[in-house]
């Protein structure tokens, strides 16, 4: 029976070593286990967090694109305005010239042939041609305060001013007044090339 005893107690003595053994194996398997758990479960948390972010940010990109491309639009349809305006502008421009030159070379030579009575349909026609492309220089005016800046608008005005003026001269038989019409013309054509950035 001591045998017997001396043997369980070697069993038990074995067991008794391997216990801690096995427990320590175990507890560092287990430590090592839940380390690597709480690790992934922390890059899991922080791959959320930057998925996160990273949707904000490129929400905050998206509305930021839109935002410069419709501001781009928008500069480039304002831009697109004032050209037709301006070019329309130009086109009254040319024509009011052409009306007062028409206007000069009436009154000259109604001066010279003395008053012959065809003249009288012909002051009529150049009057009228005047009078339209007057009022095509004051429905530029009006268009060009719309879409253009007010300095613009300004020389734009002088320039109508002047060319009443002068049309009121010519009349009055003085079509040396013709003389500073392209100084004027040209000053308001560059006034528009910097309106238009060009």
Known sequence: ???????????????????????????????????KK???LATHEDLGKILVEVRATTQATKEIEAKISDATWD?????????????????KITTAKAALIALSAHYTGEREEHHPPYLRNERARVGCEWSEAEEGLNWATLLVGLAC?????????????FTSHLAGAISNEQPEAL????????????????ELKL
């Open 179 to 194: 003389n500073e019409l392209d100084a004027r013309m040209n000053a308001l054509l560059d006034a528009m090339r910097q």
């Open 149 to 161: 800046g007010e300095e613009l608008e300004r020389s734009l005005l002088l320039f109508v001013q």
């Open 1 to 35: 029976m001591l045998a017997h005893i001396g043997a369980n107690q070697m069993d038990l003595t074995w067991v008794l070593v391997l216990v801690p053994f096995i427990s320590a194996g175990g507890g560092a398997f287990l430590g090592s286990y839940l380390k």
């Open 38 to 40: 709480a690790e992934n």
């Open 75 to 91: 500069r480039q349809k304002r831009w697109e305005l004032k050209r037709e305006v301006l070019f329309k502008t130009a086109d």
